[in-house]
């Protein structure tokens, strides 16, 4: 004979004894006469093909028969078998709807996500920041997947200029706060998601409130302090990091702060000096090329949610639209990263304008600088003023300023004799940044005469001076 | 009718806490009387659940669960039933809980919303394992 332990949740179907005695040789005879006395038991210990539930185990001499010879496990007589289940469970994400199935139809037909991968994604909740060139095929591709929350932070207003790549935003859009323009072409593409505004800046303040409401973050900013941000907020809060970035023809993607992954501090310990990497705004970039690299960053946040993908954890993606090829290169965590190595010797957030060297240093002569309606003033009284246009020949091809000295940046400290330094030399640029540059080198040149910086550039001039001057 | 004593209910409360924001999970050892589940003491187990599923998962190994068996018996009792909670999510058993449980057990289930514990229901699966029935809890013994 053969001492059946039964379970609790069993007893009920044997006549409420917590042990049987049963013949058999082994576990698996042992269990079907038990079957066999107790019939009510069948459909709880059995599925429906005759096997063992996957949940029911049978443990003999304490050692589950699985490890064992399973049911052919010799029992000898006077043995003890003992049923035990093991026990499973959790929460799920709300079911599918039709109107869901019907329009998620393409994503359930494909075995990787299927019924459970659409729940996970309905379930997810994940943060855009930036609503521009790469936040744009984000925030559509993310909706359109059905994304179940998603977030946005932008504190900027839809400029004319965006209008070649940022395509969530319409020429009608305008003037109206990036958020809202998104939230509306987002509800047009996917009602069902739930779109959340934060119509402000992401600081050092607001960050970690921000980001902890979501399970990931797509990274879609533009520059380098907003980027740090990002990356150590989601390292603090162990929140993976879809990152992206564009400049000209050439954009990155990779995926920092996953669990054992690399972080973006890992790849750049440090911020390039300012002014060394112009931004879109004054470099310039092709309008397709956020598309391509958000529309990736799109791939990879939908990856993460679904998982048992491959994800670019650890993997810089390097892409050239102008050679059109994409290149991979490895990424290893660095061990003495001051974020998320072995050590780290940042653990807060710090001040991000400081660690990109944008605020002014007190040591260094600041730049005089002056606005255009004060310059138009100061010309139409008759002064003396040399104009210095630091732009490049394609820049000035877009639009001209009448009477400048054309000194491109990297010409303009041996040309320094060109100008008299008797008279106010006025330094201008698009928006008012590389003139800066312009002015340091020639300070650092020995130059003696007055320096002036034109306050936010040409655009400022066209926007406040000469209305028949175009903004770009 | 499930008896759950207050400091039973509170230690699940506080499991389910300090798991938050993954799933915490345990078992409930106890009696029947008459009708009645009376839940004297209980037992937190690991979640064995990989640490990527634990948010919405939980899994308590034959192994764990022959241990609870067994250091139940000793204490002259059963295991009557589970808990385990539901981070950010209602305390209602979902389908993967009615896949994988049995009849007569009771299933507590402690909805943890942004690290704090709220409801707490309690549950039983249908002889036919169609569908969950609520089950009503009292907080003292008669």
Known sequence: MIKVLIPYALRAFTERNAEAEVNGSTAGEAIQALADTYPAIKAHLFAEDGQLRGFINVFAGGVNVDKQQGLDTPIADGGELMIIPAIAGGSDAPELTNEE????????????????????????????????????????????????TIGLVDFDVVDASNLQRQIIHSTRDVDRPKVAS???????????????????????????????????????????????????????????????????????????????????????????????????????????LPGIIGTIQAAEVIKMIVGNAKPLVGRLLHFDAWRMSFRELKLDKEPNCPVC????????????????????????????????????????????????????????????????????????????????????????CKIGQRSILGIKALREAGYKGKMLNLQDGLNAWARDVDRSMPIY | MLYLLPECESVIRDEGQKAYPNECCGVL?????????????????????????????????????????????????????????????????????RDHALPFYSYIIVSVEKGVAKELTSWELAIDRSVFLPEKISKEVQ
């Open chain 1, 341 to 428: 190595g072995a050590n780290p010797t940042i653990r807060e957030l710090i001040d991000y304008e400081q660690f990109c060297g944008l605020k002014k240093n007190k040591e260094e002569e600041p730049i005089e600088t002056i606005t255009a309606v004060d310059l138009k003033q100061r010309l139409d009284s008759g002064e003396r003023i040399q104009f210095i246009d630091i732009r490049e020949p394609h820049e000035r091809a877009i639009v001209k300023f009448p009477n400048a000295l054309v000194m491109p940046l990297g010409q303009i400290s041996r040309r320094m004799e060109e100008l008299d330094p008797s008279a106010v030399a006025v330094f201008l």
């Open chain 1, 101 to 148: 199935i019907a329009r998620y139809s393409r994503h359930l037909l494909l075995p990787e996500i299927g019924v459970e991968g659409q729940k996970k994604l309905k379930a997810a909740k994940v943060l855009i920041i930036g609503t521009g060139g790469l936040g744009a095929p984000l925030a559509l591709y993310l909706s359109a997947a059905g994304v179940g």
């Open chain 1, 182 to 288: 998104a939230r509306d072409r987002m509800r047009g593409i996917n009602p069902l998601v739930n779109v959340v505004m934060h119509n402000a800046m992401l600081t050092s303040e607001n960050a970690l409130d921000i980001i902890a409401e979501y399970d990931i973050v797509a990274d879609g900013t533009d520059n380098f302090q907003t980027r740090y941000l990002v990356n150590d907020a989601c390292v603090f809060l162990g929140k993976p990091n879809v990152y992206g970035s564009v400049f000209q023809f050439e954009g990155q993607a990779s995926v920092f702060g996953a669990k054992d992954g690399p972080c973006y501090r890992c790849l750049y310990p440090s911020p390039p000096p300012p002014g060394l990497v112009p931004s879109c705004a004054e470099g310039g970039v092709m309008g397709v």
């Open chain 2, 29 to 97: 050892m106890g009696l029947i009387e008459s009708e009645t589940k009376i839940v004297k003491q209980t037992q937190a187990i690991h979640n064995a659940q990989k640490d990527s599923e634990q948010y919405h998962r939980f899994l308590i190994t034959p192994e764990d669960m022959l241990a609870a068996e067994q250091s139940a018996r000793k204490l002259g009792l059963d295991v009557i039933g589970f808990y385990h909670s539901h981070p950010d999510c209602p305390a209602a058993p979902s389908d993967y809980d």
